[in-house]
């Protein structure tokens, strides 16, 4: 079983950066692809970024493509999202995902594991 913790989310102002992390517990995630979504008030939950078990791969959703960028630190069972040029339509809960594959898939179907979640707010 794998436990995801994110971190570092909160409420800034448009154009601001914010970095979130999810620490991975109770076993490595160095075998699983990692991601981000987010839900944004009366959304659907939507894919934001992934990155491959190696780190070597990447793929982001068009909305955030040139202003958010995903890594990982597998030595610290980490995974980070910088998230630059924040915009009020980035506002969302963001949750870490591990997938049951190591290619950066961006489908729901194959999160294996889910963090809670941490609020983003972008104000204008």
Known sequence: QVQLVESGGGS???????????AASGRTTSNYAMGWFRR????????????????DSTRYADSVKGRFT?????????VYLQMNSLKPVDTAVYSCAAFSVGAPVTTTGLVKYWGQGTQVTVSS
């Open 12 to 22: 800034v102002q448009a154009g601001d950066s914010l970095r979130l992390s999810c």
């Open 70 to 78: 995903i890594s990982r630190d597998n030595a610290k069972n980490t």
């Open 40 to 55: 944004a008030p009366g959304r659907e939950r939507e894919f934001v970024a992934t990155i491959s078990y190696s780190g």
